[in-house]
């Protein structure tokens, strides 16, 4: 069993099970079981971490609550200071931290050093947006509104929610774990951080990191354990004011249940591609290789259909294809293309989805293979709208291609879809590409390009199952905060002055 926790990393494990994050310690549950983290490539135990119990995590929250009073107290120069600190310990640190993103989540090893990079610019880039944004009231008098003397003066600022839990995926587990704390802290918030398993381990160095910057105690939290015994008790939990989570279908479930707390939900994704006649197909190739394959296509706003005019939906296939079969296959310690997929579970679902497709005679480009959780590039062409890769969210590395014979018609199927997260379109006709656009019902419309999330202070946002709320690091910051008013009540203008 490797352990990417040495030097720095020591105390955040015993034995051979990691600690879990609460009151500034690293600390053993009382529940003395720990939850195994299976490694993808390998298909056996690569760590363990604390299965902590609902007593646990009582304790967590009554230590974020109190952690929070104080923390608001502090100025927002010194909560600046202290994230800009942690950005520089997270890229020192990058090599541990990319090396349990390859070993938990077979993320290639480039993307990973990547991933905590990006993550270390998003945190320093939160503390100087959030002094901007948290530094500036409004101050508005009481005579503009009818009937009314310059009487009264209303002052505005932000003020921060309490304790955030933040429940970040699987595929990016340190970024969009510390795209929910950088924006809360700095807005003088606390966190309960409850990681995907796939990526506690991950998840858990970032928080040291956190904790080596010298936060003050309880402010953090990370506890890890069976979504079963924890999952609804963190979600439910009365100390909690704020849920930001990032996933699936749970989300949906979480929503209904959450009652009277703001909610920031990023749910899946069934990104569209509309391709016109007049698209440059080389540009075309090579964002649905980007959009569609990279990190095997476990992206929330990875290309997930692709619907092209028929009159060159011949030679758009095969300009993808001739691409899909550069594409290296293996493990992510070689920084191959394609990784094996998170977990057996998703292959199968995966499978799934490819043999509905045969047996309703999509078309294969490729041979469709898999090896234990890797599955080779595929691409599905002339697909239908009675399949159910069509409509559903593979997670994986197979794309479907739908035919279309007209723009109403690729527009019809993607807003026909219960997702709406993202889409993109390809022309050169600036005009249609607005018209295209303003039809989508989807959070974002990239033109000429593949889906992304990013950089990542552009807002970011879905509609219907993909979400509630909206993203990227300025609204990430006013989501974990809200309005206080003051007013000023002047005496009446017959007792002033003149």
């Given amino acids: 069993m490797a352990l990417a926790g040495t030097g720095v990393f020591s105390e955040t494990f015993d034995g051979d099970v990691y600690k879990y994050y609460a009151d500034g310690e690293w600390k053993k549950s009382s529940s003395n079981k720990s ?78 050093v990547t991933e905590v990079v990006r993550s270390g610019d998003l945190i320093s880039y939160c503390a100087e947006e959030g002094v901007r944004i948290l530094g500036e009231g409004k101050f508005l008098v009481s005579d503009s509104f009818p009937g009314n003397e310059r009487t009264k003066y209303c002052l505005t600022s932000k003020i921060p929610l309490g304790v955030i839990l933040a429940i970040p995926p699987f595929n990016y587990p340190v970024n969009l774990a510390v795209s929910k704390i950088a924006p809360a802290l700095i807005a003088g918030n606390s966190i309960v951080l409850k990681p995907p398993t796939q990526g506690a381990v991950s998840a858990l160095h970032m928080v040291h990191c956190f904790h080596l910057a010298g936060f003050p105690k309880g402010l953090i939290n990370c506890v890890t354990g069976k979504g079963s015994e924890i999952g609804d008790f963190l979600t439910l939990h009365p100390g909690v004011n704020c849920i930001s989570f990032t996933g699936g279908d749970t989300g949906i479930a979480i929503s209904k249940k959450a009652g009277m707390i703001p909610l920031q939900m990023e749910l899946g994704g069934k990104d569209a591609c509309i391709v016109l006649e007049d698209a440059d197909l080389d540009l075309v190739a090579a964002n649905i290789i980007k959009g569609g394959f990279s990190y095997s296509g476990q992206r929330c706003t990875a290309v997930k259909v692709i619907l092209v005019m028929e009159s060159v939906a011949d030679a758009l296939v095969e300009k993808v294809k001739a691409k899909v079969a550069k594409l290296s296959v293996g493990p992510p310690e070689n920084d191959s293309d394609i990784t094996p997929v998170v977990s057996e579970s998703s292959a199968n679902f995966i499978e799934g989805l490819v043999l509905d497709a045969k047996q309703k005679g999509a078309t294969f480009c490729q041979e469709y293979k898999r090896e234990g959780n890797l599955i080779w590039p595929l691409l599905l062409d002339n697909v239908r709208p009675d399949m159910r890769i069509a409509w559903e969210e593979p997670f994986g590395p197979v794309l479907p291609v739908i035919r279309i014979n007209s723009v109403e018609e690729g527009i019809h199927h993607c807003n026909a879809s219960n997702f709406g997260l993202q889409g993109c379109v390809f022309t050169k006709d600036i005009n249609k590409a607005m018209l295209i656009s303003d039809a989508m019902e989807t959070g974002t419309v990239q033109i000429n390009s593949a889906p992304a999330r990013g950089p990542d202070h552009f807002p970011f946002q879905g509609i219907r199952d993909s979400g509630i709320g909206s993203q990227g690091i300025t609204n990430s910051i006013n989501m974990m905060t809200k309005v206080k008013t003051t007013v000023i009540n002047l005496p009446s203008p017959s007792y002033t002055m003149g």
């Fill in 35 to 112: 939850v195994a983290i299976i490694n993808p490539t390998t298909r056996k135990t690569e760590y363990k971490v604390q299965a902590c119990s609902q007593e646990e995590v009582n304790k967590v929250m009554d230590s974020a609550k109190s952690a929070q009073k104080l923390w608001a107290k502090t100025p927002l120069w010194k909560r600046a200071e202290l994230l800009h600190k942690v950005a520089a310990i997270l890229k020192e640190n990058k090599a541990p931290i990319a090396e349990c993103l390859v070993k938990e989540i077979a993320k290639p090893a480039k993307d990973a």
